[in-house]
């Protein structure tokens, strides 16, 4: 460690030495007046009995809280409008990849709406089998 030189005066980081004799220093500033904390204390404490009561009342102390490890999974059904969806949309499909995808909007394109869902039979690359795995997912509207 260095000596400060003699000419610097040395500061001292405590800001009440720098008062006025006799002065008093002001407080740090606090969250909540004295007056209010035993309000706040009561909301919380309130809150905390309604947590415990809701807790009890979905059957928390029996283990009957939903507890999504225990819940079957759910199979979410979508459909998709042959006549109006562009290919993104039909990739998604399961077994159609972007290339059928593109074919059944271009083959669309060239041919006009699809009346019914048997006319994608009539896409390369979409045959019997195919058609009948995605037709659950399929509408004409």
Request: charge should be negative; charged fraction near 25%; glycine fraction near 8%.
């Amino acid at each position: 460690m260095t000596p400060l030189p003699l000419d610097k005066p040395r500061t001292n980081p405590d800001p009440a030495a720098s008062l006025a004799p006799g002065s008093v220093p002001s407080p740090s500033p606090m969250p909540l007046r004295r007056a209010d904390q035993p309000a706040v204390a009561g909301l919380v404490l309130l809150a905390l009995a309604a947590t415990g009561i809701w807790w009890l009342a979905g059957g928390g102390q029996r283990g009957e809280l939903v507890d999504i490890d225990r819940q079957p999974p759910r199979e979410a059904i979508f459909t998709v409008d042959v006549n109006r969806a562009e290919w993104p949309e039909l990739a998604q499909l399961p077994e159609i990849g972007e290339n059928t995808a593109r074919r059944i909007v271009e083959w669309r394109g060239s041919h006009g709406p699809f009346a019914s869902l048997d006319e994608l039979d009539h896409v390369p690359g979409i045959g019997p089998k195919t058609l009948e795995r995605i037709r659950p997912y399929l509408r004409t509207d």
